[in-house]
């Protein structure tokens, strides 16, 4: 599992230890502290972060060569972490598990947006952020596609069957468009679209969410309309 950094460095945990690689070298190494499954660096590189099969999350500080632990690390899920993503601001970091849980975490008090985000009717599999850092897509493997808002925590929009066999990945094509793949595609986002922008007025954001909310792989633009 491997995450690059801005600098061109490349981040891999093993299920014991975390490393920090350069071209033809390992540059720091350090214990985990626990069994990893998945890893995120922060947009500047400057942080590490690793989830736990146990439903740990632990982060680490980079600096000249040097790996150092920072505080507020420990058990923070359920189930195991499979996910991991620092929003493009650094603001916050996005986790999901194997129990069907969501969260966001304002960084650094690693204090969560919800305890509530549990739209996912089984194991939540990939995540990823709008350009603004506003927006938290998710996607799983009941083959739902939910979009979480920091600005309003407690609406969430769900497409049911955005695919039919699950949900493998999620991004943003810009903070309106949502691009998502999975093993077959299927076209469910219009309904969305329209809960979409009800939620968006409610969260008093521009428009992040209405309109053009997700496209599918091999399929044409949905439209809110």
């Known amino acids: 599992m491997c995450a690059l950094g801005d600098d061109g460095f490349v981040v891999a945990v093993t299920e014991k230890s975390l490393f920090v690689v350069a071209p033809g070298k390992v540059v720091a190494q350090v214990d985990a502290g626990f069994r990893a499954s998945c890893v995120a660096c922060s947009p500047s590189g400057a942080q590490i972060a690793i989830g736990g099969q146990e439903g740990e999350i632990q982060l680490f500080e980079y600096a000249g060569a040097k790996l150092g632990r920072l505080p507020n690390g420990g058990k923070r899920h359920q189930g195991e972490v499979t996910a991991l993503a620092f929003s493009p601001t650094g603001a916050h970091l996005g986790s999901c ?20 985000w549990a739209a996912h ?25 939910v979009l979480w808002s920091v600005d309003a925590p407690d609406e969430s929009v769900t497409t049911r069957l955005a695919h039919t066999d699950g949900v493998t990945a999620v991004g943003f094509l810009s903070d309106e468009l949502i691009i998502s793949a999975g093993q077959v595609c299927a076209r469910a986002a219009a309904r969305a679209a329209r809960r979409a922008q009800r939620l968006s007025a409610r969260a008093r954001v521009r428009a992040p969410l209405a309109g053009r909310v997700h496209q599918d792989v091999g399929h044409s633009e949905m439209s809110g309309a």
Request: a positive charge; aromatic letters at 8%.
């Open 97 to 116: 598990d194997a129990a069907r849980h969501v969260y966001a975490w304002e960084l650094p008090s690693f204090t969560p947006v919800s305890t509530s």
């Open 121 to 145: 009717k089984a194991k939540v599999t990939t995540l990823a952020w709008s350009p603004s850092g506003r927006l938290l897509a998710t996607g799983g493997v009941d083959s739902s596609l």
